[in-house]
């Protein structure tokens, strides 16, 4: 199979947040269940995932997690696996948790909080062209941070013309901010410590090794992190015509 149409069958969908910024939003519901353009944030990421061919997805649930799983019972595309954290095992310890469903080949992550529009090309099969195992062991969806919807912050990342990634320095301003989908290699999680633990131990140690790449999303990106960000986000929606394209 050619790169240009290779595709993971799996993802990990990552569900578990307490959502604390949007609270009061989330005192009765988990973040992931709350609406964007009339629906949950969840939904929006499985089904971009079921639309890029991918055949399994592994959601883990913490916060509210009955409602997680009772909200997922009846989908079928795709297959859903729910994997259930007694103690919030983060990012990282989250995918961890779930390998032995995720297989051994690379998966994507998908953080079930953020809301994304495609670009020209399908975001998840773009990203699938640009995988390449030989020279990369994650590739990080990068979102401008001028373009970022509702985003303030200093940015995560520098990326050289490779796509090449390194971390701001302190007190430095980074032009790219993560955008929350990933591809990645299970073997990156084998050597981490068992429990709760940031996905930033991983690219940290890639970083180092010079394997961890970014892609340039080209399309809009909201960062809905608060109910503020919410009715920003639904508003420029509405007004800015985007909701005409929204699957």
């Known amino acids: 199979m050619s790169r240009s149409s290779w595709m993971p069958r799996k993802a990990m969908v990552l569900a578990a947040g307490l959502g604390l910024r949007m609270r009061p939003l989330t005192l009765e519901r988990p973040k992931p269940l709350i609406a964007v353009g009339g629906k949950p944030m969840l939904d929006h990421a499985l089904d971009r995932l079921a639309d890029a061919g991918v055949e399994t997805a592994v959601v883990n649930a913490h916060y509210r997690g009955e409602m997680i799983a009772e909200h997922l019972k009846d989908r079928k595309a795709p297959k859903i696996v729910v994997s259930h ?3 919030a095992l983060e990012t990282g310890g989250g995918v961890k948790k ?3 469903h995720l297989g051994e080949e690379p998966f ?3 953080n079930a909080d953020i809301v994304w529009l ?3 090309m399908q975001t ?3 990203a699938a062209s ?3 195992p030989e020279t990369m062991d994650a590739l990080l969806l990068m979102m401008s941070t001028t373009k970022a919807v509702g985003y303030e912050g200093r940015g995560d990342f520098h ?4 796509g090449r990634l390194s971390r701001r320095g302190e007190g430095e301003i980074a032009p790219f901010v993560f955008a929350g989908v990933q591809i990645v290699k299970p073997e990156l999680f084998a050597d981490t410590p068992d429990g709760p633990f940031s996905t930033n131990l991983v690219w940290d140690r890639l970083q180092e090794s010079g394997r961890l790449y970014g892609l340039a999303h080209d399309g809009a990106w909201f960062h809905v992190g608060t109910p503020q ?3 920003e986000a639904e508003q420029l929606m509405v007004t800015g015509g985007i909701r005409w394209f929204w699957p």
């Open 85 to 87: 954290e007694d103690v």
């Open 98 to 100: 779930a390998l032995p």
């Open 108 to 110: 994507f992550v998908v």
């Open 118 to 120: 495609d670009g020209p």
């Open 124 to 126: 998840l099969k773009r």
């Open 130 to 132: 640009h995988w390449d």
């Open 159 to 162: 990326m050289d013309p490779l």
């Open 229 to 231: 960000g919410l009715e």
